[in-house]
């Protein structure tokens, strides 16, 4: 994620900014990749903290708008976590619209979201047919710490989640290409194999031995459609780290060039291979101040041709699906 330009001043703003320094309301304009110090503002704005523009007076903005239901706000905390979930949902937006996917410029279907809170029972995420259901509650530190310690995952948060759900909704679009599902199987497997039971398989059995040979995560070999997951997930997570380090002004040896944008570069190996250089770094700066890893993850050689995979076909963008 990048670092912007304060429009009526100077300084910096960053990307959940609402008001500049010196208080100028100010908002995120996806299209311009820009902030601007004039409405129309997000309806969502004074409710959850929306900082987009909106097409028009009143109007959602365009990640708003794909919120179909809004979590019930009687539940407690429910509003405040629906504001730092949507904020999670714009981060992960603008990260896919620089291969042009749910901007204007697609005419494909755009996904549609189903934030829940959760009472006394907890909300299953995924997505189908379009659909994607998430649980606010997710970004509440203790339930997020107790269910990633629960499923042994060293690492759970909120934009993950929505890497990983919206790369679900990603494949079902990209499904619709007659090219697309024989590449996807020569590289992923079969994915018409039985998905419930497969799961069901995979939380009582655990996964094969040798997992770490070919998959991101565990949870990554339970099913193909869960491997493309992970797998455009973990794509996002590395491309954005090394776009926001870039974005800081730091400089490291590994970074190919200056003014480098890891969105624009075509070598999909230079990529993955440049930005896990950059976390083995930063994993180090955590450990300093006795904080896990950012990236807690070795990429197998199976794991990295997966990435390449996947990142050819999403730099494509959406071509007409």
């Known amino acids: 994620m990048r670092v912007f330009a304060n429009p009526v001043g100077a300084g910096s703003l960053w990307f959940d900014n609402l008001a500049t320094a010196e208080g100028t309301p100010v908002a995120y304009d996806p299209q311009a990749r820009a902030f601007l ?15 987009w523009i909106a097409p028009q007076e009143g109007a959602f903005c365009r990640s708003c708008a794909m919120t179909a239901l809004a979590p019930d706000p009687s539940i407690p905390n429910a509003i405040p ?51 994607v ?3 606010v509650a997710e970004v509440d530190p203790v339930l997020l710490t107790t269910r990633r310690e629960a499923l042994q995952e060293p690492y759970r948060t909120m934009i993950g989640h929505m890497r990983h759900e919206i790369a679900h909704m990603l494949w079902w679009r990209l499904s619709l290409r007659e090219d697309f599902l024989d590449a996807f ?7 018409r194999i039985d998905y419930s039971a497969a799961l069901r398989y995979h939380y009582e059995n655990g996964p094969p031995t040798e997992w770490t040979q070919y998959y991101l995560t565990s949870y990554a070999s339970a099913h193909p459609h869960e491997d493309l997951a992970e797998t455009v997930a973990h794509l996002l997570h590395l ?8 974005a800081t002004g730091l400089s490291a040896p590994q970074i190919p060039q200056p003014g480098w944008n890891p969105y624009s570069e075509p070598d999909a190996e230079r990529l993955i291979h440049t930005a896990v250089a950059l976390t083995v770094s930063i994993n180090q700066i955590n450990r300093s101040m006795g904080l896990s890893d950012l990236y807690p993850f070795v990429l197998s050689n199976h794991a990295r041709h997966k990435m390449v995979f996947v990142h050819n076909w999403l730099r494509r963008g959406a071509q007409g699906l």
């Open 81 to 131: 976590n629906w504001a730092q979930t949507e904020a999670a949902k714009r981060w992960v937006l603008d990260n896919l619209g620089h291969w042009h996917w749910f901007r204007p410029e697609d005419p494909g279907a755009r996904p549609v979201f189903h934030m829940l809170a959760e009472g006394p029972t907890p909300v299953l995420m995924g997505h189908a047919e379009g659909v």
């Open 37 to 51: 110090p004039m409405p129309p503002f997000c309806a969502n704005r004074n409710r959850i903290g929306c900082n």
């Open 239 to 246: 491309t954005d780290i090394a776009d926001s380090l870039v």
């Open 133 to 135: 259901t998430i649980s």
């Open 185 to 191: 199987r020569a590289t992923f497997g079969d994915e």
